[in-house]
């Protein structure tokens, strides 16, 4: 049952967040993953697709604050801060690889620490709305997080970031690991948050699912940007037909990884 596409989500704010990364470069030590990298994330869903170590996690510790990083980047013209606790004031919220939930604690005790920076009678309003938001929630409140599946955990975890009502919502790698069917669940939740006016930056490796549901992409290989431009476009790019869906089937659009970057203005 398609549940998520007949419930709104409500919790995004306005006026809808505009990301703008110029030259980042970021890593661990010496070592450094991204260099001068430059992308846009505008109002809508952003996928940043990419291989195994190709600096996508590293993209949003970098952004969120997890990890220092050089280069200028702006939230709606504004400097994004560098420390994670004045991101989050900011207005960005990030469900990190892993999910990160407290398991020993109850799916409402972690959706309420989600929240914990809103006065009380706030935090039970978004709390409801997210139970509106995601039903299957509501009849398991009670369980522990812990004990919940991969992708029921994966919605406790997009629903407790929402729960600070971010204007930019960041999820890693939200697939990873779950059945079809959950996949498409997740990503569609994805997709609603988005079209409810929270700008959506996500990172996946699902390069076909992702790009079905996203406005946009990059392709990101060893820290540097191969490709990017309008999600239907990618799809059919050869750069990304030949790299990431195998041989095509379907006429590909002759589109370079240079005029396809170009097209990601437009
Ligand atoms: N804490 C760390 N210390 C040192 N190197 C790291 C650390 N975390 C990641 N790296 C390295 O940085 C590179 C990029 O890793 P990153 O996790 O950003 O890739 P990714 O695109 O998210 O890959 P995946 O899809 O496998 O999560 C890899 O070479 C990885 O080994």
């Not at 991204?34 to 940043?48: A, F, M, Q, Y």
């Not at 955990?153 to 929402?162: G, K």
Request: proline content about 6%; glycine content about 10%.
């Amino acid at each position: 049952m398609m549940w998520y596409r007949d419930t709104p989500f409500v919790l995004g704010g306005t006026p809808q967040a505009h990301l703008k990364v110029q030259d980042l470069s970021a890593g661990y030590g010496a070592f450094l993953v991204l260099r001068d990298l430059s992308l846009e994330v505008r109002p809508g869903l952003t996928v940043v697709l990419g291989p195994n170590g190709a600096g996508k996690t590293t993209l949003l510790k970098a952004l969120n604050g997890l990890i220092r990083r050089q280069g200028v980047v702006t939230l709606d013209g504004e400097d994004l801060p560098e420390k994670t606790d004045r991101i989050v004031k900011a207005g960005v919220a990030l469900v990190a690889e892993g999910r990160q939930l407290f398991p020993q604690m109850t799916v409402l005790e972690n959706l309420e620490l989600g929240g914990w920076l809103c006065p009380k009678a706030e935090r039970a309003r978004r709390l409801e709305q997210a139970f509106v938001d995601f039903p299957k929630l509501r009849d398991r409140a009670q369980q522990l997080a812990g004990t919940m599946s991969g992708g029921e955990q994966q919605m406790v975890a997009v629903a407790r970031a929402m729960m600070s009502a971010p204007r930019l919502l960041m999820l890693d790698e939200p697939s990873l690991g779950l059945a079809p069917r959950m996949v498409d669940e997740l990503l569609g939740i994805a997709r609603r948050i988005a079209d409810s006016g929270t700008t959506v930056l996500m990172v996946e490796q699902n390069v076909k699912k992702a790009l079905a549901v996203a406005d946009r992409g990059y392709v990101l290989e060893r820290g540097a940007l191969v490709a990017s431009g309008p999600a239907k476009l990618l799809a059919r790019s050869t750069v990304v037909r030949e790299a990431y869906l195998g041989a095509a089937t379907a006429p590909s659009t002759p589109v370079s990884p240079t005029a396809a970057r170009a097209t990601a203005a437009a």
